[in-house]
């Protein structure tokens, strides 16, 4: 076990990290972040701040000398960075898991090869693969750029193959999914933590809705029957194994008008759809993080009350800041800003999450008080 007073290091500066940042302080760790971004909203209160490229092989090695455990926050690492590291002190996830997850294409066999049903889909190389699909794949569909997507980025709906023609011109010809549009019923997703021994924990189901492709609000306990539930758990468990994975992670799951459960996306980090544990779960997500790379026991994930989570966008910003004195003096809700200072159209600030004795009440509470932060 890596103890309190230990130091642990975190790849990527962004709100995920500075929510690991905060649960490993609160333990008693030190944190190292490493960021490119001078201002980023984990290097700003972690314990050191390391202001280089993820690629930095000095930088890298400054980080390893350093602590003595290191994780990520953020998918898009390198999979050839956590390998160097690897090589120097404690990673997890590792790489390997994590390269797993880097491309939808590979993502979506992997997943398949464990039996478990995703969208139907093409992968989309060159404009003769559009050629070869156009007459029997199932529109509408979603393309989507195979890597270094997030937040709906790199996706554009196509009814015919010649969208997806001019799809993939404007995507400069990328590597692409094309995945058949699914008729959704429901959104989940599932947060788990695997413990370097393979005992995974699960918090409770939560029920996902997204607005232009970014997460807009959380509910849980989900409206989701308990089987498929139980059923959407039992999937993400089987995937947590098969990439040998040591963390916290989440899968998104669409759940079709026709009762199947297909499983979307593999988060392996702390999941946007995760911040209810924050405040509604005996120990949050990013707690959970802190122990899987620590080796120590998972904590309890239970949840303590109904719960909203209703994310803060730059957009709710508009020309000024939004009323927090309405939301603040509303006891049900936790606010959780992020320390990013410009406001941009699709950026995540904040989040809060709305406690309550029942999802109804969570919910009212949610849509008036994210009305009236916008009121003017
Ligand atoms: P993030 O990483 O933030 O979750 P992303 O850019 O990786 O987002 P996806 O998870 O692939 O994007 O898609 C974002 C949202 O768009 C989904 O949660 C869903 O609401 C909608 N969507 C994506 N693909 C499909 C599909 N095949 N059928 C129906 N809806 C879809
Ligand atoms: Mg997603």
Redesign the pocket.
Known sequence: MILPGATLGMLGGGQLGRMFVTAAQTMGYKVIVLEPDANSPAGIIADQHICAKYTDETALAQLAELCDAVTTEFENIPATVLSYLEAKTVVHPSSQALSSTQN?LVEKAFIESLGISV?PYAAIRSMADIDAIADSFTFP??I?AASF???????AVCDTADDVRAAFAALNEVECVL????N?ER?VSTVLARSQSGEVTNFPVSE?V?VN???HSTTVPSSVPEQQAQKAVEMADTIADGLGYVGTMAV?F?ISKEGDILA??I?PRPH?SGHFTLDACETSQFEQQVRMLCGLPSGNCELTSPVVMINLLGDVWGSSQPHWDTLLSQPENKLHLYGKKEARPGRKMGHFNVLSDTVEQATKVALQTFEDLQAD
């Open positions: 939808r969208a569909a979603i989507k997507g997030y937040d709906g980025k790199g996706q995945e058949q549009r699914i959704l959104e996902n997204h492709g970014i997460l998104e669409f979307n996306e988060a946007n």
